[in-house]
DNA sequence: GCTATGCGTTCCACTCAGCGAGACGACGGT
DNA sequence: ACCGTCGTCTCGCTGAGTGGAACGCATAGC
């Protein structure tokens, strides 16, 4: 018998109750049959009908035609983690002041190693389709923010990531740790941190740190539009002035 | 041993550990320690333990100077649920307009029998301190976007709500069913719902529902503001227009 | 200095809540 | 008539979950 585990995490009730909420990640199917559900999240049917349940009772789960969806509640506590609520708010009209001054693509992320997990995104008409999405991640090494972030953060978070799997997002995408060593360097020596098509193609990006006290980054902001109608060098300035005015409120 | 519970919701691993997330509802105090934690949720300490330690381990709950908060997870989670996401995206260039056009604070919410929740909220620099927040709770008896949701709810749902408690929240909150009811027929016809100082002192609100193909409530949009400052009649063409507008793109 | 209080943590014996193979009835498509 | 898939329910087994009690360690009060 090997259930020695100390996987913590995996199994156990709750691990499956998370393992069901987190089916939903797979996303754009608003509605899940149970089955479904339960073969998505790896637990027995009767065990998923048991859980689905509860969490019905619970408000983390609802009916909705023909199927199950994440409920009202989890938006509800969502909304009071305090990582993104203070941040955010405080953020927001900075974010709109620099949404207007550059025309692009405004966003707001916080490090969640070994990604980036955006709070606040502001866009415009005429920007580009980036994959982003508030609440959602992208591996931090491959955007602008992530770089900005990493590149600020303590010793220990930064060769965490730097140990793991560098995931190749697309062709221009740094997956060498030398080279992202490098580029992490000059970014911490000038504060400001750029990708060109490394997440998307045709989508360049600059960044800046949002630091404590200690100089340690809590989030980043940055501006990304097309890479061939964004001037970067001239939206720099504005964004720094941005990152600035917010690492002073945080101080 | 009155353990003869059919009570699904409260007690199970599962309804402890969301006792444990809910706790954090009593806001402000962005960490708590592990102990007052159990005694909010009312788990015994040992169990406390166990279960943050395994919420930890699967982001839903996350160690901080000192204590424990809400991760990232659930902010992730959140974002996911289809009732708001889709929703929301969809209204903000609409709330956006009609912020700039009335210049005053904007909400969008959605009914969670028996309150409403807010999903978005546009703030302005003179705005009154109205006692929303994006993911927070007001009973819908009380506010102008819960009387436009109930006035276009479902028979079933506008019982169940009237037949409940109508706590007082102002002195001003309609708490007599006969006169809700009357108000709710009004609002009915006339596609409207208004609010004078039902839920916050010196704050006036109009309200318009977004309804579905059968004429049923999804959301309801409003526009509040200061009672001596803001004329309600003349934002309320602006305040139509917005709803209809939703209201045929998701007909 | 010696309590007293409150914290996080660990232990452990009890038992009951959770588990899932399997069966069941109801649709719905071909 | 078939078959597949849906949601639901039963039921015996067992091990995951439980919480009282005790521990080690801080800090605060006297």
Redesign the pocket.
Known sequence: ?R?T?RDDGR??????AVSLLSAFESDDDRC????????RAG????????????LVSLGLLEHGD???RLGMRVFELGQLVPRQRGLRDAARPYLEDLHRASGETVHLAVLEPPDVVYLDKLTSRAAPAVPSRIGGRMPAHATAVGKALLAHASEEVREAVLAGTLERVTGRTVVMRGVLLRELRRVRADGVAHEYEESAKGVVCAACPVVDGAGTAIAAVSVSGWVNRMQVERVVPALRTTALMLSRQWG
């Open positions: 018998m259930s585990q199994n156990s009730v709750l691990g499956r899940v049959t149970l089955s479904e559900l339960a073969r637990v027995a049917k009767p065990t998923a009908h048991r859980l689905a349940g509860q023909g199927g199950l």
